[in-house]
Each structure stands twice: as structure tokens, then as C-alpha cells.
């Protein structure tokens, strides 16, 4: 595939995972210094990676939960579990997935992680909330 036709698709598959608005901001406040890094995972980590056959984007979304959490990658883990969740993950998944890691990454990695996983699930209650309130 060529590189063009690979960063068309990472654009796609990144849209998808993490939502257009979050892709149009990161390449809109992408500087001069930051503009070819985004290109580089969106071609890659998106178009060339993420768009493989093998596994499916549920298991891709929860591979990539317990590697951030085994690396401790708190505010990208943040981000992923709010996309996950948003994508079709249930907090049961997500608790499952938090509970493996906690014998491969340790306990402290997933109390870590499960604090994350209740401010950004009161997050979305609260959103819904307001949605269905009319404010």
C-alpha cells in the first residue's frame, strides 16, 4: 500500500477509535515541530497497524488498555479508556481487563487504573445526565 493510500486509512481507522473531533484537534494544534509526528502515527499506528487483520478493534482497544497500564501510561490511558468506552467497550470489559492487568502489572498499576475508570465513568454519568435534563 502505498504511503499516501496508508495515512488515508489511518485517518479513517484514528477517526473511528478516537473520534473526529480529537483527530481534527490534535492535527489542528499540531506546530511546525509536531506536524510530521502526527503524520508518522497516523500512517502507522493507524494505517498500518490498527487497520491489520488478526485481531479485531475490541481486542485491539483492550490489548492497548492493559499495555498502558503495564507502562504506567496514566494520562494516555485516560484518553483510551474514555475512546473505549465511547466505542463499545462496557465497564464490565474494562473492569475485566483492569483486573487481568492487576496480576500481570500489579495491584498499584490497577488501583491506578481503576480510579481513572470511576472519575471517567462519573464523567459519563454526569453527561448523560445533563443530556437528559435539557441542559
Known sequence: MAEDDRY???LRIRSEVLGAEHVARAQAEAGE???DFQAF???YVWGEIWSREGLTRRERRMLT???LIARGQW???AFHLRAALAGGLSAVEVR???LHAAVYCGVPAAHRAFKLLREIAAERERSASAAGSGS
Open 33 to 35: 515541530l509536531e506536524r
Open 65 to 67: 488498555l492493559a499495555m
Open 41 to 43: 502515527i497516523t500512517r
Open 96 to 98: 475485566e481487563v483492569i
Open 8 to 10: 488515508r486509512q489511518g
Open 75 to 77: 494520562d494516555e490511558l
